[in-house]
């Protein structure tokens, strides 16, 4: 019988980590907006990966800690090759769905995969809810529901509102027309919004594949070796997709966007993977339940201060409310202690 990861127990150190990776994670959708204004999502990926490979390589090398072929004899490869495909279409459909959505928008959505994926710890690593953070996972299920109220429905109201406008036999008017290609844009934009959010949706799942195969794996090898080799699978994936020369036409402003994406995908996925090593995976998920809270609250400022960089979110009171079940439903998941 396979041998289950156990965690380290040390859950301050786990609950810091999942912390972290929440911060970077929050920002994430916005730079990544940014650099798909002029980037393909192919070569954003391909950076992303190839950053990631090659600045943790040096770090491992520089400490010795590269991985040994004992060590890569005595892992699961097939585990490894689930781990690095499911994290490669994980990050090409997020994007997919980004650039038909909004960072917020995006951010919400793809806060099914930690659900997910503490789902799946319920199943395979037998971690346990108490029946405090079964109601926590009501909570935030919830609070998920009424924080995207406003934009699951707002187009849609709009193209009935269009669609049951009166008409009449008079001569057509500079105002009919527009009302006509306003109701065409309208619905446009909800074909693209219902796209993007469900090619969001298989990102999520595709993540908490990745994730659970990744946990497992901290049994026989350690987080940042693992990275090591799922970013270098990535890497060559997307090689023949990429187009590396034209980052170099990018301007400074949107080179520190890419380099940015680039260097918080290595450190907020080592912080995630070594927050698997000290805490729950049901937990860790909980508490990355939260990231859409950092992605909208940076929003709203980045708009503030920008307004031409990116477009503020239009968030009622309901979902303000939503945001708040979310946070208190992470919370009640992430600090109750399980049953034996």
């Given at each position: 019988m396979t041998q289950i990861h156990q965690t380290s127990g040390r859950w301050r150190l786990g609950l810091a980590l999942s912390?972290?990776?929440?911060?970077?994670?929050?920002?994430?959708?916005?730079?990544?907006?940014?650099?798909?204004?002029?980037?393909?999502?192919?070569?954003?990926?391909?950076?992303?990966?190839?950053?990631?490979?090659?600045?943790?390589?040096?770090?491992?090398?520089?400490?010795?800690?590269?991985?040994?072929?004992?060590?890569?004899?005595?892992?699961?490869?097939?585990?490894?090759?689930?781990?690095?495909?499911?994290?490669?279409?994980?990050?090409?459909?997020?994007?997919?769905?980004?650039?038909?959505?909004?960072?917020?928008?995006?951010?919400v959505i793809i806060q099914l995969a930690p659900l997910l994926m503490g789902l799946g710890g319920l199943v395979i690593f037998r971690e346990r809810y108490t029946l405090s953070q079964w109601i926590g996972v009501a909570i935030l299920i919830a609070g998920f529901v009424l924080f995207f109220h406003n934009q699951l429905f707002q187009t849609f109201i709009k193209v009935s509102e269009y669609t049951n406008l009166p008409t009449t036999n008079a001569s057509i008017k500079v105002s009919d027309f527009l009302i006509s290609n306003n109701k065409v844009n309208i619905f446009n934009t909800s074909k693209q919004y219902l796209l993007g959010s469900s090619l969001i949706v298989l990102a999520a799942a595709a993540w908490a594949v990745y994730a659970l195969a990744q946990k497992q794996l901290l049994q026989s090898l350690s987080s940042a070796s693992i990275m090591l080799i799922i970013y270098g699978g990535c890497t060559l994936c997307f090689s023949v997709l990429?187009?590396?020369?034209?980052?170099?036409?990018?301007?400074?402003?949107?080179?520190?966007?890419?380099?940015?994406?680039?260097?918080?995908?290595?450190?907020?996925?080592?912080?995630?993977?070594?927050?698997?090593?000290?805490?729950?995976?049901?937990?860790?998920?909980?508490?990355?339940?939260?990231?859409?809270?950092?992605?909208?609250?940076?929003?709203?400022?980045?708009?503030?201060?920008?307004?031409?960089?990116?477009?503020?979110?239009?968030?009622?009171?309901?979902?303000?409310?939503?945001?708040?079940?979310?946070?208190?439903?992470?919370?009640?998941?992430?600090?109750?202690?399980?049953?034996?």
């Open positions: 912390i972290l990776t929440v911060f970077l994670w929050g920002i994430l959708p916005i730079a990544l907006t940014v650099t798909l204004q002029v980037l393909d999502v192919y070569t954003l990926t391909w950076f992303r990966f190839f950053i990631s490979f090659v600045l943790l390589a040096i770090y491992l090398g520089w400490r010795g800690k590269l991985p040994t072929l004992v060590q890569l004899r005595s892992t699961s490869w097939k585990l490894l090759v689930i781990a690095t495909i499911f994290l490669a279409i994980n990050y090409i459909l997020y994007l997919q769905g980004l650039a038909l959505t909004s960072p917020s928008n995006a951010q990429a187009k590396p020369l034209t980052i170099f036409t990018l301007d400074f402003f949107h080179w520190a966007m890419l380099v940015f994406c680039g260097l918080n995908t290595l450190i907020a996925y080592g912080a995630f993977a070594e927050a698997l090593e000290h805490w729950e995976a049901s937990r860790v998920s909980a508490v990355l339940a939260s990231t859409p809270i950092v992605t909208f609250l940076s929003v709203w400022i980045v708009s503030v201060i920008s307004p031409n960089l990116i477009n503020p979110e239009q968030t009622t009171l309901i979902g303000i409310f939503g945001a708040f079940l979310v946070v208190a439903g992470s919370s009640a998941i992430a600090l109750n202690k399980k049953r034996n």
